[in-house]
């Protein structure tokens, strides 16, 4: 069963604009990941954000998790075109190694 | 250059011939694991393993074997293959120490798309 389940399936926006994806998941982890996957290729690790962690910057990307309501944002600001892609986010169990991978977001980048 | 590979990238093949897809990483990690993404399913995690000789299932790893006798190599085994696994094929690796550590960034190769007739 999926673990992690993302919202929305899709968001299109203008470019500049900012983009904001959900991740909610249903039992207690040891961290949170999101990745990136650019049409029928691997994934790319965008970033990871621990279970003690509220907060994490890395660019133009910022991750929020709130383990109380087992969900986590992903913000990525000033879009640009090159950010059209879907997006993952996966969670690591806390006492065992599985990974569950969310559904994803697919996201489109307007000129 | 660190990188996971996977071989054949793309494969098309009749019910119930046996096939390998192989696997390799030379980054030295100590976690693998093989996922299948399908459309609006997302992907799911079909094994994984922690070291040479440990592995585990993950949550769809019926009609599947893999091994691990090797650090770097970590091939996906179908017996006889059936046209619900027609599917895109992940591998990936990860560095983490430990027993009970739990994976953290993971290496994905580049896919395996394959369909069974």
């Known amino acids: 069963s999926q673990q992690g389940e993302e919202d929305p399936q899709a968001l299109s926006i203008q470019e500049g604009e900012n983009a904001t994806m959900n991740c909610s998941y249903k039992t207690s982890i040891n961290n949170l990941q999101w990745y990136r996957q650019n049409s029928g290729r691997g994934l790319v690790h965008l970033i990871l954000i621990r279970s003690n962690e509220r907060e994490k910057h890395s660019g133009r990307l910022r991750v929020t998790l709130d383990t109380s309501k087992k969900s986590s944002s992903l913000l990525i600001t000033a879009s640009r075109a090159a950010d059209t892609a879907s997006y993952f986010c996966?969670?690591?169990?806390?006492?065992?190694?599985?990974?569950?991978f969310g559904s994803g977001t697919r996201l489109s980048i307007r000129p | 250059e660190a990188q996971v590979t996977q071989n054949p990238r793309y494969l098309i093949t009749v019910t119930g011939k046996k096939l390998t897809v192989t696997c390799s990483q030379n980054m030295n990690h100590e976690y693998m694991s093989w996922y299948r993404q399908d459309p609006g399913l997302g992907l799911r995690q079909i094994y994984y393993s922690m070291n040479v000789e440990v592995t585990d299932k993950g949550d769809v790893p019926e009609g599947y074997k893999v091994s691990r006798k090797e650090k770097r190599n970590f091939p996906l085994i179908l017996e006889s293959p059936s046209p619900n696994q027609t599917s895109l094929y992940f591998c990936a690796s990860s560095p983490h120490l430990g027993q009970s550590a739990n994976a953290d960034t993971q290496y994905f190769g580049p896919g395996t798309r394959l369909t069974v007739l």
């Open positions: 996966a969670t690591a169990y806390s006492s065992a190694s599985k990974i569950i």
